[in-house]
């Protein structure tokens, strides 16, 4: 689903990390993502808005169901933080690293955050 999709990142798409690394506006992007837009892209709350909305119809589909999705770091994030009432400015402060497993259960009385980036190393 095109919902659940990386972050659109406008001019800055195919762009390394270490081409970016120079420019102001990137490091304001990291430092305040809910005030910064990528040139041609989207607004972080955006991110976060198509996957939330996503995410709901999705429990709403599938109530009493298991779902998965599977999606990128950083719009993951975006909706861990939501539904646990983390600002968006805080995203870089928890990880989601690639093919980890988040299990987050979305029930009619709310969500409830049950596993976070698990990587495979220990119990779930």
Do not use: K
């Not at 933080?81 to 400015?89: C, R």
């Not at 989601?96 to 119990?123: D, Q």
């Amino acid at each position: 689903m095109e919902e659940f999709g990386e972050v659109r990142q406008g001019e800055w798409e195919g762009e390394s990390i270490a081409a970016l690394d120079g420019l102001e506006e990137w490091r304001r992007y990291n430092t305040f993502r809910s005030g910064v837009r990528t040139p041609g892209g989207e607004l972080m709350i955006e991110t976060q808005n198509r996957m939330v909305g996503a995410l709901l119809a999705l429990a709403n589909r599938h109530r009493d169901e298991m779902a998965a999705v599977i999606s990128h770091g950083d719009p993951l994030r975006c909706a861990v933080a939501y539904f646990l009432g983390i600002p968006i400015d805080l995203l870089l402060r928890f990880e989601i690293s690639p093919a980890s497993v988040t299990v987050l259960e979305i029930g009619s009385w709310g969500p409830r955050l049950l596993c976070l980036n698990h990587t495979g190393e220990g119990p779930l």
